[in-house]
């Protein structure tokens, strides 16, 4: 969907600000504002389009609506951010900030494992989350949660090819776990997972194991059961 969908384009996207490279907001160099009476920061504007995109998703967020919420011209809104690319990719970071980092423990291990509970947490908390992520990642938020990620691993003994390696797997893993969770969670149709259960448990000869192990059945395996004995799995590589 077009990032105007929700409205007629304005002066200023029709000039060629709509369209942009996801994570040049990390690489353009700003220049300094004037000071107002009551500025419009980026980080208010930051906070808003966060909001927005919990309640719309990204199909729903355009710099026109984002302008509305924040009850100001679009041409305010584009002297802090110039392309909507920009306020994704300040707005993904943003949630990142919402994780502390744990402090640095004895073991490795755990201090792997509270980082990743972390993260899921905050990519169920903004279901729109997961699918930006792929982006460039430069912001300060998220460069601090890797550097963390990793100095944990450096400390488990993995470095070069094996560092870069874990470092994808567990992101990975994180990220994918997170789409499947919140994706059931907001069909909120208990029935589609029942049905899809049926339909197993009705060919028996093609699905055995899928039968046994309680594929798709509701409440036998809870979710962060599921995806601690995954990160303990992925570690004990």
Known sequence: ???????????????????????????????????????????????VAAALLDER???????????????????ALYWHVKTKDDVLDLA??????????????????????????????????????????????????????????????VRGGFTGFQLAAITRLLANYVIGAAITEATWRQAEDPEARAEARRQLLAHPDAYPTLIASGHLEDGRWNDDDLFERGIDAILAI
């Open 92 to 153: 993904l970071d943003h949630i990142f900030g919402e994780m502390p980092l744990p402090d640095v423990g004895d073991d490795w291990r755990d201090d792997v494992r509270a980082l990743t509970f972390r993260w899921r947490a905050i990519m169920l908390r903004h279901p729109w989350a997961p699918s930006l992520i792929g982006r460039p990642m430069l912001g300060p938020n998220v460069l601090a949660r890797t550097e963390f990620l990793q100095s944990a691993l």
């Open 57 to 75: 998703g990204i199909d729903g967020l355009t710099m026109r609506n984002l302008a509305q919420r924040l009850a100001v011209t679009s041409t």
């Open 1 to 47: 969907m077009d990032a105007n969908a929700l409205g007629e384009p304005s002066a200023g996207e029709k000039n060629g600000r709509r369209g942009g490279t996801a994570g040049a907001v990390w690489l353009r160099q700003e220049p300094d504002r004037p000071r107002r009476a009551a500025p419009l920061t980026r980080e208010r504007i930051v906070e």
